[in-house]
Structure formats: structure tokens, C-alpha cells
């Protein structure tokens, strides 16, 4: 060990661990198999799993180029660093087990069985399962050396194998098959033994200035194993991870001291272009959250809930969710915007996980939010791909080919795990026994023998109607925060049998047409010719399609937009919108303007589509043929393709 002794390292985490009781989540879920997501977003989940999880192609030709990385192990075939090839299995796993338990489906549980045994046939004699031929190449020794092969200095070989475990351990879930569970726990053993024997620590692996972000996301499954066996190892060794997030000496990103400061997030340190790495940190701070649900340390959950105020507060983006390019800078700064699909999802995880464990439903805002904007955008029509980048005009940015795969790609992967979550929280039951129906997307759920019946094409529509079979249940709704009235009516049942019949109830919501202006602009940070540091750390010829166009409709003033509800809208080639109307430099940011919106009769192409007029007196009227952002973004468009803008 480099920088802390082990006394002081085992002394603050003994204070992690003192009193350790798990603590049961304020609200309780539905089984996945008692859930149905149907309407538009489903009809897209549908395609989603059988392009990418449950049809023979996904199967025979997506998994089976993402276990390759296993068998190959030439991820680090470089030398002095290594790639993310060994992600791809992990994530796939996740999504695939979740799925298999969503459809209760024998044969796609079967599968998710026989796939796991095909990696633990991999597995060495000491416990190692990775995509790295050099397990211990886990830190980058020669900074100078790495730079000159890779152009920064990338190591995942921690981050890789951490996604194996945890897609084995859902799958061990899912399935009940033992020898799975048997699997993760031989490959953490020997990941903890190794580490120990290296002397090194887990903050100090990874790659490059992410202070051992990407490393130390392990602490979710890692915590999730403590849970599952009971081996005081795992637990152990958790709590030595979150002292060094709890340090006199200040080493970035201090977690636990930071997170009360005032003032955003970015400040924390210097250059958060080059620590604040939006997708490993918020995988981190979800890793609080269930070193909270398992102890009961008040400080994880506080810290988290901390941290994730801040982000909401100076780093939220268009989409719904959080950071710029991949980073937490500032997203509020930049006249544009630019999201990476995988800080969506894990916002959107975040948030679930924040909402099921405190009951406070203003994580459900920020949940649909993200859910209806960016993650549903992220997802190509069709099912098959999607792209990397959010884009807030023009084209999404799309990456084939990573790391020299043709199926697999790390948001692309990540997709399926998003439609789970919403499901699982569609309804929920908190202690007192009351059921709360916090989304409104058509489903069905059943929850502790109570079925619910939600139909309404919400957020398209505006009036919900929600069916309860059990006449007693007591039911809460939840008010969106950007809604200013919904109108809660139970419909009275007729007839002898009227005590005995469901409930039902119409929710009639205020969908608030609203414009929002974009005001904390700066300027430094929005010239034309400033390069968009998202795709600086792609070199030409591994990405070559990300770097071409690219400020193409680059904003340099602020502009506004217009949401309906959680929507974000957007003016789209998809609903006749033309280049001129899409390219429209006139603003009506913070001038004071109204909207209107008139729905449409549906139309093929989208989900949901208004005649748009923003007025304010004595100015002139701006009119406009708008959809919803997702629908109207989510098909790949080529060089100059400008189908889209959300700028008004």
C-alpha cells in the first residue's frame, strides 16, 4: 500500500461497519413477472428484446461476440493499457437476466443458465474470469508509454470484470443456478486476494485521472454479493473502498466531505473535465445507496442524496438527465447539449434506487423525465442499435464498431435494464400498506395480489384512467412536479354488487405547455471553433463518423425549449418540419413568450405531435409543427442530416 497506512485505512472502516443492520426499502416492488409495460415506449422495449436478448440472432451472434473477449482475452493485446471489449458480456447478462424474470420465460431462462456456464468454463484455476491476458494489469505503471499507444491512458481490465460478476449475479437471481453464484464469488476472491498481494488499492487502479472511479463501481455488486452470502469478506472490503472517499488529505473525489459544500459540483476540483466522468461516478454514488440499504449507514444515503441534488441543481441537461459529454462541467453552461445514453440510464438508476429506498417522489420527476426524453431517444426504431451521443440538434451521434465489435456497444448494452426498472416501479406498496401509482405509462401490474390497469397514452395523452381489483386497497397517485393541478376523480360503481366491484379512478392532468429558457450561458464555452471535448478522446480512426459535422447547428446564444408535460418537443423532419424551420436562428429564450399547443391527430411517423404557437403582445406570433423529442429523433440520419432541433 502507497499513501495510507493500513491502521488508519482499517480505523475508518471499522466506522463504516459499526451497528451494520440492513435496512428494508420504504417502498416494496412487484415481481418483474407481474408487470406488463404496454403503449408506444412498449411497443419499442418489444423490439428492443427481441433484437438484442431474446431472439436466435442475439444469441448465437451478439453474446456470442461479446464472450469472445473472454476467450481471446486481447483487450490488453496493446500492451501498457487495455479497451472495454470485456464490458459488453456483463452488460448484456444484466439486461438478459432481468428480461428472462420480466418474461418468465423457461426457455430465456434456460439460455441466461447455459450462457453463465459457458463463461465458467473460461474461468483459470485461481478464480479469474477477464477479457485482460495480464489479470494484474489493473493500474497504469508507464504513463508516457500508455499515452503513445492509445492517446490517453485507458485501463478497464476492474471495470470489465466487475460487469461479469454482476450480470452472473442477476443471473444467479433469475435463475436459482448455484453454480453461477459459486462462479462470482471465486472471481471476487480472487480480485480482493490479488489486490491485497499487489498492495494496491482500488482507488488507485483504473484508468488514467479517474481517481479509481471506474474501479470502485464494483461497490454495488460487491455489496449485493455480502447480501447474497453472507461472507464478511465482501462487506469487509467495502467499507476499506469507502474510506478512501473519506479523506483528511482531500484525494478527489471525497464523496463523503464534499457532498455537504455548497456551490456545484464541478468545483469540487480543478478540471472536471478530466475526474468528473459522468457515467463511473454515478455508478458510484448508486453503490452508496446499497451500502446503505445493506448496514443502515445513514452518511451513504445522505451523501448520495446529497450528491445527487447537486447534480440536479448545476449539471442538468435538456434530456432529463445529467452532465455534458460524458462529464459533469456544468451542463447548464453550455448552449448546447450532449449526453451520453449510458448517463441516462444510470441517472435514471440512480433515482429509482433513491426513490425505492427513501419514498421521497421527487426522484420519480427526474425518473420520467429522463425516461421520456433521453432514454426513449436512445433507442433506435427497430430495436437493433441506437446511438452514443444525445444531440439537442441536428443528428444523434451513432458509434459502430467499438473497440472492433460489430454487435455490441457499451450504451447499446446497458438498454434493457432501463425498461425493468420503470416497470418495477410503475406501482409500489410502502409500509403502512398504502399502493402508490407513480408512472402513468400503459401498464398492468400486480402487486401483493392487487392488479392495476393503467391506459391513457400518457404523456401523449392527458387523462389516465387507472382500474384497482381489490375494492379496500387504498391508493395514492403521484402529482408530477411539473404538473400545477391533476384532477384525482374515483368513478362510483352501480348496481347490488357495487361494494365488491374494482375501483376505478380518471386522472385528468395540466400538461403545463411550457417554454423553458436556457439563461446560464457561457460564453467562453460556446464558441464555434471550441472543440466539443466529448470526441477529442476518440481518435479519427477508431470513430471516424463521430468526428465528422460535428458543430453543425452549434449553438453560440442560448436558445429555449418547449415541453408538454415530461416531453420535451422538438421540430422534426418526421412531422414535415423543413431545414429552414429546423436551422430557425431566432430565439424566443427569455423574451417572455407563451406556448400553445393543439394536439394533432396521431401520425405514423411519431408518437405525439401539437401545432405549436408561442405569442407574447405586441411581438410577432412563432408557429411550428412539433413532436415529441424521442419519436421525432430516433432514427439514425447521415452527414448533414439536421432532422431535428429542440431549440426554439
Known amino acids: ?62 453474446f456470442a461476440e461479446a464472450r469472445r473477449a473472454f476467450v481471446e482475452r486481447d483487450d490488453d493485446a496493446r500492451g501498457h493499457g487495455g479497451v472495454w471489449r470485456g464490458e459488453f458480456w456483463g452488460k448484456l447478462m444484466l439486461g438478459a437476466a432481468r428480461v428472462a424474470d420480466y418474461l418468465d420465460d423457461p426457455a430465456m431462462k434456460r439460455f441466461v443458465a447455459e450462457e453463465c456456464r459457458r463463461m465458467i468454463a473460461l474461468e483459470d484455476p485461481d478464480g479469474y474470469l477477464g477479457s485482460y491476458k495480464d489479470k494484474e494489469l489493473v493500474w497504469i505503471k508507464d504513463p508516457e508509454a500508455t499515452k503513445k499507444i492509445y492517446g490517453w491512458m485507458p485501463v478497464w481490465n476492474i471495470w470489465n470484470r466487475k460487469y461479469c460478476m454482476w450480470g452472473m449475479l442477476m443471473a444467479y437471481k433469475a435463475t436459482g443456478d448455484r453454480a453461477i453464484l459459486a462462479s462470482v464469488e471465486r472471481q471476487m476472491n480472487q480480485l480482493i486476494d490479488m489486490l491485497r498481494r499487489l498492495g494496491l488499492r482500488l482507488h488507485e487502479t483504473g484508468a488514467g485521472s479517474m481517481n479509481g472511479l471506474p474501479s470502485m463501481s464494483i461497490l454495488k455488486p460487491l455489496v449485493m454479493l455480502w447480501e447474497e452470502t453472507g461472507n464478511r469478506k465482501y462487506l469487509d472490503y467495502a467499507s476499506e473502498m469507502l474510506a478512501d472517499w473519506d479523506r483528511a488529505d482531500g484525494q478527489c473525489p471525497n464523496f463523503f466531505r464534499n457532498a455537504p459544500k455548497a456551490g456545484p459540483l464541478h468545483a469540487w476540483y480543478p478540471k472536471p473535465e478530466s475526474w ?13 445507496v446499497e451500502y446503505y440499504r445493506a448496514t443502515g449507514e445513514a452518511r451513504c444515503l445522505e451523501t448520495a442524496r446529497l450528491i445527487r441534488d447537486n447534480l440536479a441543481a448545476s449539471d442538468a441537461n435538456p434530456f ?17 447539449a450532449l449526453n451520453e445514453v449510458c448517463d441516462v440510464i444510470h441517472w435514471i438508476r440512480l433515482n429509482v434506487d433513491l426513490f425505492l429506498v427513501t419514498g421521497d417522489k421527487k426522484y420519480l420527476d427526474a425518473v420520467e423525465a429522463a425516461y421520456f426524453n433521453g432514454y426513449l431517444a436512445g433507442i433506435w426504431r427497430g430495436g437493433t442499435f441506437g446511438p452514443f451521443f444525445l444531440r439537442g440538434h441536428g443528428r444523434h451521434s451513432e458509434q459502430r464498431g467499438q473497440c472492433g465489435y460489430a454487435y455490441n456497444h457499451c450504451c447499446v448494452n446497458n438498454l434493457p435494464r432501463t425498461f425493468m426498472d420503470v416497470a418495477q416501479t410503475t406501482v409500489t406498496r410502502d409500509r403502512a400498506g398504502v399502493f402508490h401509482v407513480n408512472l402513468y405509462q400503459d401498464a398492468a401490474v400486480t402487486l401483493d395480489g392487487v392488479t392495476f390497469a393503467i391506459e391513457g397514452n400518457y404523456p401523449v395523452g392527458s387523462v389516465v384512467t387507472v382500474r384497482v ?18 384532477d384525482v376523480r374515483k368513478v362510483a360503481a352501480a348496481g347490488a354488487d357495487a361494494a365488491a366491484a374494482p375501483q376505478v379512478y380518471t386522472l385528468a392532468f395540466d400538461m403545463n405547455a411550457r417554454v423553458v429558457d436556457r439563461l446560464e450561458t457561457v460564453p467562453e464555452l460556446n464558441r464555434p471553433d471550441r472543440k466539443i471535448w466529448a470526441f477529442s478522446r476518440y481518435p479519427d480512426h477508431w470513430s471516424p463518423h463521430l468526428n465528422r459535422d460535428l458543430t453543425d447547428g452549434y449553438r453560440t446564444t442560448p436558445a429555449a425549449t418547449v415541453m408538454w408535460g415530461p416531453l420535451v418537443l422538438a421540430k422534426s423532419r418526421l412531422v414535415g418540419c423543413t431545414r429552414a424551420e429546423i436551422n430557425e436562428a431566432f ?25 405549436l404557437e408561442l405569442t407574447k403582445p405586441g411581438a410577432p406570433t412563432v408557429k411550428a409543427t412539433v413532436c415529441d423529442f424521442a419519436s421525432g429523433t430516433d432514427v439514425p440520419c447521415g452527414e448533414g442530416g439536421n432532422l431535428f432541433s429542440i431549440w426554439f
Open 469 to 486: 381489483s381489490d375494492p379496500a386497497a387504498k391508493v395514492a397517485f403521484r402529482r408530477p412536479g411539473w404538473c400545477p393541478a391533476m
Open 1 to 62: 500500500m502507497k499513501k495510507r497506512t493500513w491502521a488508519v485505512v482499517f480505523a475508518v472502516a471499522a466506522a463504516f461497519q459499526l451497528g451494520a443492520v440492513p435496512v428494508p426499502d420504504a417502498m416494496a416492488t412487484p415481481r418483474l413477472r407481474d408487470v406488463r409495460l404496454r403503449g408506444r415506449p412498449a411497443e419499442k422495449m418489444d423490439d428492443l428484446f427481441r433484437a438484442r436478448v431474446t431472439s436466435k440472432f442475439a444469441q448465437e451472434n451478439v
Open 587 to 611: 430565439t424566443v429564450n427569455g423574451k417572455g413568450y407563451r406556448a400553445k399547443l393543439t394536439p394533432r391527430a396521431p401520425a405514423g411517423p411519431v408518437w405525439g405531435s401539437w401545432d
Open 320 to 336: 432529463g438527465a445529467v452532465g455534458y459529454g460524458d462529464k459533469l462541467i456544468g451542463a447548464p453552461q453550455y448552449c448546447n
Open 276 to 288: 468528473a466522468k459522468t457515467y463511473e461516478f454515478l455508478s458510484c454514488v448508486d453503490g452508496l
